[in-house]
């Protein structure tokens, strides 16, 4: 069972562009929400996280948007520059204390920002 | 200071083998997680280690699949009779603590490639 989706599956973006990825999700235990970045042969590193309690969060060009009523969350690249070609994902997490809270991923975006 | 290492970095078997693909976490990170990338899918977790206690093994898809923590540093993830739908990026992370906030570190990966 997919728990997260995200979407799009591939986003072309011209540099100065603004890029955005979206995902849902149904459980509605999630409370940690954070984007991942990840380069070729490289491991996902965290972006920016978001905890339900707050609409927004904005960390340099990145900003997450977080609709709890919708149970979505979108994530915005400003100003788009080639160096941030990579695969995105967007993540849960949830969990009780002393668990796992292992997070639940989206299925990724591949993101190319041309020259 | 140095973060998760993997090893090896790829790794080609024959259906049929058994394989070890190792993970060394960040020097006092308690937690450590093992995830399954798929191409083109989202990372799947698979195994959770805390401390000393017992690990979470709820995502392993098999009973071919088993994990081990030695002195609560060092992991070994073992796939017993490998198949060719075992070919995936394995990802280990780590972290301070689970829960709250603490962030997820990851590996760079092993890429294993089923014949």
């Known amino acids: 069972q997919q728990q997260v989706k995200q979407s799009p599956q591939s986003l072309i973006v011209q540099k100065g562009g603004i890029s955005i990825i979206n995902c849902a999700y149904e459980n509605t235990a999630f409370d940690y929400f954070p984007w991942y970045q990840q380069f070729p042969g490289k491991g996902p590193a965290l972006l920016i996280a978001?905890?339900?309690?707050?609409s927004e969060k904005k960390e340099g060009r990145f900003t997450i948007s977080f609709n709890k009523s919708a149970k979505q969350f979108s994530l915005h690249i400003m100003d788009s520059q080639p160096g941030d070609s990579a695969t995105y994902f967007c993540a849960a997490r949830s969990g009780p204390a002393g668990s796992a809270r292992q997070l639940t991923f989206g299925s990724g975006t591949q993101l190319t920002v041309l020259p | 200071g140095a973060g998760v290492s993997q090893s090896p970095s790829n790794k080609v078997t024959e259906k049929g083998k058994d394989v070890e693909l190792r993970c060394d976490p960040i020097?006092?990170?308690?937690?450590l997680y093992w995830y399954r990338q798929s191409l083109g899918q989202g990372l799947e977790f698979l195994i959770y280690f805390q401390g000393n206690s017992a690990p979470d093994k709820s995502g392993l898809p098999s009973d071919r699949f088993s994990a081990e923590r030695t002195g609560g540093s060092v992991s070994t993830l073992t796939i017993q009779r490998t198949q060719q739908e075992d070919s995936a990026v394995y990802l280990c992370a780590s972290s301070l603590q689970a829960g709250g906030l603490y962030e997820q570190y990851f590996g760079p990966g092993t890429r294993l490639t089923v014949t």
């Open positions: 020097s006092g990170h308690t937690a």
């Open positions: 978001i905890r339900p309690d707050v």
